[in-house]
């Protein structure tokens, strides 16, 4: 700390915090000042401090406490100062700071920094829903950039105001999870996994109502699961045994082990065959490059040696 150069000294990083916190973001008339620059102020109080405080944080857990979250979220979403703090974040194009503030709170209770009271949640979330409703999303890391905040944060919004939120943010990201036909409070890795538990909980080779099932997950999981029916795929079999039970995995290791079976009475006559044939190929190659040989090293001899070279022709010949 050198704003007095005659008495610098060294201070501890929640003390110069909390300092700053109270000389500007917790002060009202701080808060007045920026509210009379506009969208600027509106982004500054987002960007330089509620993003900035989430920072720390995350880098410092124990520099950021549960009150002093408790602090700001009473000062611009509770408007202890009367200033009116609040509706003028919701005005214009402030409301996309205040997007991006509540993104960024609701961010830091859902994993798990701040530990906020229901009541306090569902009012950050209420306003971030209304504020989106009635402007869009504000698409930064922590709003439409966080799908799996968002959908943990959807179960504490009023559900009228849901109905109209669902499809900004659908509009907005394409995710099927807010799909208002089909949206669930359970993160879709979690729908993922019951589904490969319901398909586990039955053998899709000895029915078709568990392949349908599995069908449902993926294209490449209704291949493995028809060819499994077939018999032909024993990888399929195995995949769709995955949780089933020992019982079942092993009627899936036995079907395998018969499929291959099968696979190498049919393929090895075959290749069996196959081989007898390139190796009586290649004798008759061979044997034609050494009766070459032979006569071309008999016709530089003399003729005494002709008859020999005769002899083994008419052997070829003969064994041809």
Known sequence: MYADKNNARLS???????QEIAARYDNPDWIKGMMNEGYSGARYMSNKF???LYGWQ?????????DLWNRIYNTYYNDKYGIGVKDWLMSGNNAYSLISMSGTMLTAIHEGYWNADKATISSIANTWAQATIKNGVACCDCSCGNVAMMQWAVQYVNPDLLAQLLPKLYDATHNPVFDKNTQSSQPPETQSNQNQKEASTQNPVKGSTSSAII??????????STTAQSGSNPQGEAF???GAGSES????????EGADVKKSVEINPITSQSASE?????AAV????CLIMVVAVGYFRNSDDKDKVQDLEKLFKEKF
């Open 12 to 18: 501890s990083l929640e003390e110069v915090m909390y």
């Open 50 to 52: 509620i993003t900035n």
């Open 58 to 66: 995350v880098t410092r857990p124990s520099a950021v406490t549960d």
């Open 215 to 224: 069908a449902t997950n993926s294209s490449s999981t209704t291949t493995q």
């Open 240 to 242: 769709s045994n995955v």
């Open 249 to 256: 995995a092993e009627a899936g290791n036995s079907q395998a």
């Open 278 to 282: 390139v190796g009586l190929s290649l």
């Open 286 to 289: 061979l044997a034609i490059l």
